[in-house]
Every structure is written in C-alpha cells, then in structure tokens.
C-alpha cells in the first residue's frame, strides 16, 4: 500500500532533501508540493536551485506547488521543512484538519504533549499523540524529530543510559548546510570556525533530556543528567563531527561502552540502515568526507573511544540533513505507519 504524502516548504534545503529522499520511496507517494505564496501554481523545477544533489528528480520537475493551507492537500502524510516561525503557525492547521505532520521544524518540540522522537531510541513516545489530540481537540498530530545536533549525540547516549548517564558535554563542529541556503557568507567561513550559531546550544541542552526521558501514559518524565554543549561552525559541507565526553555513576570501560553501540538494533523501516552506530576502529575517523554518507547517511559513525578523567570520551559524527533532518522525519512516518497510527 502507498500512502501520498506533501512537503511543505519544499524549496528550502532540508525540503530538497525530503523530495530527493522520497524518490522511490517503498510506501511514499509524494502528491504535492507546497511553498510560498510567490511560489504558488510554478513548477518546482523552475523555483529551485537545485543544491542538495546533482540531479533534480524527473518525478519532481513538472509538480505545480500548492499554498501553505491544508485546503489546498490532499494527502495521508505531510512532512514539514519549513522555519521555525513559519510552522508555528501552519503546523497547527494541518493537524486541526485531520492531516499526520512529521515535522523537522523547531517550533513545537518541546511542546509537553507533542513527540519528540528518534525511533531507535523512544519510539513509545508517540504514546503522546493520542493525548494531543485529546487536549488540542485535533483530528490530526504533529509529531517532530530533533535538532541535526542533539541526534547524533542522543543516539549514541541511548545505549549507554544502562551505565548511569551523570553527565555529558559536548563540543560540535557543524557543516554548513545545517545553515541552510545561502547560508553562511563565504567570506566568514573561508580559513575561519564560527563559534557561535544562534540557539544551538540551548536545543543541545534540553531536547536529550526530553528524548531520553520516560513516558508516563500522559507525559514525559525528563531525564536527570547534565549536558552541557558548546557549538560551531566549521568549513565542512554535509556532515556533524562532534566530541562528546561522557561521566557516568560507576567506572565504565572502553570494550563496556563498544559493547552498548553495538546493542542499539535497527528498525524494520525502509529508512532504517542496517547498523544504526558504526564504530570505527581508525586512529583518525570519523570523518565528514569519508564517514557521513555510512548507512546512507542514516547511520552515526563513531570512533576515538577512550576513557579520560570524567569517564569515557569519543567523537561522533552524522549526516546533518539525511538523519539529522529529512530522513529523520521519513523515518519517523514510517513508524507511525508501522504502529498504524496513518
């Protein structure tokens, strides 16, 4: 069975990823594409540049877009690239209207009755929509994936939580298309790290506690540990490296922590990739270039796993915009689908 589907803001970056990633996909039928009011009735073909990879896909060139309006959609699953201010406000009447949103947006995350989820690590969240939709009085839900950032790090903290998590910190160094298009101006970024992006930190500080937190029938329970993290902005164009260093309640060793990552299974979802951690065993990996596209870019690569003063510490790295944005919301409808929810 297929189900049809819409993007909405499909002209951004993260919105030409979801059209690329849903070419072929095995239950995902992409009906219409929606943009901006100046958008409205053109081509997608004509209204991108056409960045996120080499080859705009045929299916995609000729689609007339659609408003930002659930009146003009039809479809069973509607997934969201749009800003943060943009979807605070049309998020809202997708779902009052009936529709499934599988958002990527920021805006309602942390949200105390909506999903904020990585299927490998708190699939009973979406536990919450039903809820939701009983206090919202919506005949549809929005359910939403993390920051590009607080993914890759939370998935590998998932595995270790049996250990006693006391604390984390977390030092990132961001590619450039978790800017977006144009993005970070040439001539700041060229021979420069920019140690500053606005609210990174924040978002890294407080959705792990929400993901890694216990449902309670009608709520979340936020997990107790620290996190601390400090984020930049690097030359790098796809990929997210970041060193985390981790303090547990008991002494944990190196082959303990493998051991962990190595438990974390995949789902059986089309997204999911055959390894959900990768560990790599060289001196200098993970790398951008090298290690970003692992499990077609599904999969977190992790290497340089050592113990320290605090604990253990190592480095992990992960596709920004495939499992750090749209692949992350196409996988999260996939479980949704799975668990007859769409």
């Known amino acids: 069975m297929h189900y049809s589907v819409c993007v909405l803001g499909a002209t951004g970056m993260v919105g030409q990823k979801f059209v690329q990633l849903l070419e072929n996909h095995p239950w995902f039928r992409v009906k219409s594409l929606a943009a901006s009011e100046r958008r409205i009735g053109k081509k997608y073909g004509s209204e991108v540049e056409w960045i996120v990879s080499a080859n705009l896909p045929e299916y995609a060139k000729d689609v007339e877009m659609v408003p930002l309006d659930p ?195 995949p789902l059986d979802l089309p997204s999911s990739p055959e390894k959900v951690i990768v560990i790599r065993n060289e001196v200098d990996r993970p790398q951008p270039r090298l290690d970003r596209d692992t499990g077609k870019g599904m999969s977190v690569v992790v290497g340089r796993i050592r113990k320290d003063a605090w604990g253990i510490k190592y480095i992990v790295l992960g596709h920004n915009t495939i499992r750090g944005a749209a692949g992350a919301s196409i996988l999260n409808a996939e479980l949704l689908v799975k668990e007859k929810i769409v």
């Open 71 to 265: 009146r003009y959609v039809d479809a069973d699953i509607v997934f969201s690239a749009l800003p943060a201010d943009i979807a605070k406000e049309v998020e809202p009447k997708f779902a009052e209207a009936g529709f499934a949103v599988s958002s990527n947006a920021s805006a309602f995350r942390m949200e105390e009755d909506v999903p904020l989820v990585i299927p490998e690590v708190n699939a009973d969240h979406i536990g919450l929509i039903e809820v939701q939709k009983r206090r919202r009085k919506w005949d549809g839900f929005i359910v939403t994936n993390p920051n590009c950032t607080s993914t890759m790090f939370v998935i590998t903290l998932k595995p270790l939580m049996d250990f006693g998590l006391k604390s984390v910190r977390i030092a990132s160094m961001q590619a450039l298309s978790g800017a977006g298009y144009p993005g970070v101006p040439s001539l700041a970024i060229t021979d420069n790290i920019i140690p500053f992006i606005k609210n990174e930190e924040e978002k890294c500080e407080s959705e792990p506690l929400k993901m890694l937190g216990s449902f309670k029938g009608d709520r979340i329970e936020f997990a107790k540990f620290r996190i601390s993290a400090s984020c930049h902005r690097v030359p790098v164009i796809d990929g997210h490296t970041e060193a985390v260093w981790v303090e547990f309640e008991r002494d944990v060793t190196v082959e303990e922590v493998k051991g962990a990552f190595d438990s974390l299974k």
